[in-house]
Protein backbone atom coordinates (compact mmCIF):
# COMPACT_ATOMS: atom_id res chain seq x y z
CA UNK A 1 0.00 0.00 0.00
CA UNK A 2 2.57 2.38 0.99
CA UNK A 3 4.44 1.95 -2.61
CA UNK A 4 0.97 2.35 -4.31
CA UNK A 5 0.60 5.89 -2.74
CA UNK A 6 4.32 6.57 -3.33
CA UNK A 7 3.52 6.19 -6.94
CA UNK A 8 0.70 8.36 -6.82
CA UNK A 9 2.30 11.14 -4.99
CA UNK A 10 5.49 10.86 -7.48
CA UNK A 11 3.25 11.10 -10.45
CA UNK A 12 1.58 14.14 -9.10
CA UNK A 13 5.24 15.93 -9.03
CA UNK A 14 5.41 14.41 -11.88
CA UNK A 15 2.70 16.39 -13.32
CA UNK A 16 3.08 19.74 -11.66
CA UNK A 17 6.90 20.13 -12.06
CA UNK A 18 8.50 21.12 -14.96
CA UNK A 19 11.94 19.84 -17.01
CA UNK A 20 14.23 17.34 -16.44
CA UNK A 21 12.19 17.17 -12.98
CA UNK A 22 8.74 15.85 -14.20
CA UNK A 23 10.62 13.32 -16.04
CA UNK A 24 12.40 12.07 -13.12
CA UNK A 25 9.46 11.78 -10.56
CA UNK A 26 7.30 9.90 -13.39
CA UNK A 27 10.46 7.56 -13.83
CA UNK A 28 9.99 6.84 -10.07
CA UNK A 29 6.20 6.73 -10.25
CA UNK A 30 6.97 3.86 -12.65
CA UNK A 31 9.40 1.88 -10.55
CA UNK A 32 7.41 2.80 -7.54
CA UNK A 33 3.96 0.93 -9.47
CA UNK A 34 6.37 -2.36 -10.82
CA UNK A 35 7.03 -2.69 -7.12
CA UNK A 36 3.67 -2.75 -5.95
CA UNK A 37 2.75 -5.20 -8.68
CA UNK A 38 5.36 -8.03 -7.20
CA UNK A 39 3.00 -7.77 -4.25
CA UNK A 40 -0.54 -7.36 -5.74
CA UNK A 41 -0.68 -10.08 -8.36
CA UNK A 42 -3.72 -11.19 -10.39
CA UNK A 43 -4.05 -14.14 -9.24
CA UNK A 44 -4.22 -13.18 -5.48
CA UNK A 45 -5.31 -9.79 -5.28
CA UNK A 46 -7.01 -9.16 -9.31
CA UNK A 47 -9.07 -6.37 -8.59
CA UNK A 48 -5.82 -4.07 -7.20
CA UNK A 49 -3.48 -5.67 -9.56
CA UNK A 50 -5.31 -4.40 -12.44
CA UNK A 51 -5.83 -0.89 -10.42
CA UNK A 52 -1.97 -0.70 -10.43
CA UNK A 53 -1.91 -1.78 -14.18
CA UNK A 54 -3.86 1.30 -14.82
CA UNK A 55 -1.83 3.86 -12.88
CA UNK A 56 1.02 2.45 -14.89
CA UNK A 57 -0.13 2.87 -17.81
CA UNK A 58 -1.61 6.81 -16.82
CA UNK A 59 2.28 7.69 -15.55
CA UNK A 60 3.79 5.62 -18.54
CA UNK A 61 1.33 7.64 -21.51
CA UNK A 62 2.54 10.88 -19.32
CA UNK A 63 6.21 9.76 -19.70
CA UNK A 64 5.05 8.80 -23.25
CA UNK A 65 3.61 12.81 -24.08
CA UNK A 66 6.77 14.60 -22.18
CA UNK A 67 9.65 12.43 -24.48
CA UNK A 68 10.52 12.10 -27.99
CA UNK A 69 11.13 9.77 -30.81
CA UNK A 70 11.90 6.16 -29.84
CA UNK A 71 11.41 6.46 -26.10
CA UNK A 72 8.53 8.54 -26.05
CA UNK A 73 6.98 4.98 -28.54
CA UNK A 74 8.67 2.37 -25.96
CA UNK A 75 6.79 4.53 -23.17
CA UNK A 76 3.04 4.30 -25.25
CA UNK A 77 3.96 1.05 -26.22
CA UNK A 78 4.09 -0.01 -22.13
CA UNK A 79 1.36 2.21 -21.31
CA UNK A 80 -0.79 0.27 -23.88
CA UNK A 81 0.04 -3.34 -22.07
CA UNK A 82 -0.60 -1.59 -18.94
CA UNK A 83 -3.93 -0.43 -20.12
CA UNK A 84 -4.80 -3.97 -22.02
CA UNK A 85 -4.07 -5.38 -18.68
CA UNK A 86 -6.42 -3.60 -16.31
CA UNK A 87 -9.10 -4.46 -19.26
CA UNK A 88 -8.23 -8.06 -18.61
CA UNK A 89 -9.65 -7.44 -14.89
CA UNK A 90 -12.34 -4.28 -15.72
CA UNK A 91 -14.71 -6.36 -17.98
CA UNK A 92 -17.50 -3.44 -18.93
CA UNK A 93 -20.01 -6.61 -16.61
CA UNK A 94 -17.85 -6.89 -13.83
CA UNK A 95 -16.60 -3.05 -13.36
CA UNK A 96 -17.95 -0.80 -16.22
CA UNK A 97 -16.67 2.40 -14.75
CA UNK A 98 -13.19 1.54 -14.78
CA UNK A 99 -13.70 -0.24 -17.89
CA UNK A 100 -14.53 2.91 -19.65
CA UNK A 101 -11.66 4.72 -18.04
CA UNK A 102 -9.53 2.42 -18.87
CA UNK A 103 -10.77 1.82 -22.38
CA UNK A 104 -10.64 5.56 -23.28
CA UNK A 105 -7.01 5.84 -22.23
CA UNK A 106 -5.96 2.82 -24.42
CA UNK A 107 -7.53 4.55 -27.06
CA UNK A 108 -5.68 8.00 -26.64
CA UNK A 109 -2.23 6.06 -26.14
CA UNK A 110 -2.80 4.26 -29.44
CA UNK A 111 -3.18 7.56 -31.01
CA UNK A 112 -0.36 9.08 -29.77
CA UNK A 113 1.96 5.64 -30.36
CA UNK A 114 0.97 5.93 -34.10
CA UNK A 115 1.83 9.49 -34.03
CA UNK A 116 5.33 8.57 -31.96
CA UNK A 117 5.75 5.75 -34.46
CA UNK A 118 3.83 6.09 -37.28
CA UNK A 119 6.32 3.13 -39.09
CA UNK A 120 5.06 0.78 -36.27
CA UNK A 121 1.36 1.46 -35.52
CA UNK A 122 -0.46 -0.58 -33.04
Known sequence: M???NLGAV?????RRSSGEQNVQY???SVAAYRSVLEVY???QLPQDWAMTQYNLGLVL???GRRSS???SARHLKEAIAAYENALSIFTPEADPYDNERARRNLEAARREN????PKNPR
Open 10 to 14: LQELG
Open 69 to 71: GQQ
Open 2 to 4: TQN
Open 41 to 43: TRE
Open 61 to 63: QEL
Open 26 to 28: LAQ
Open 114 to 117: QVAS
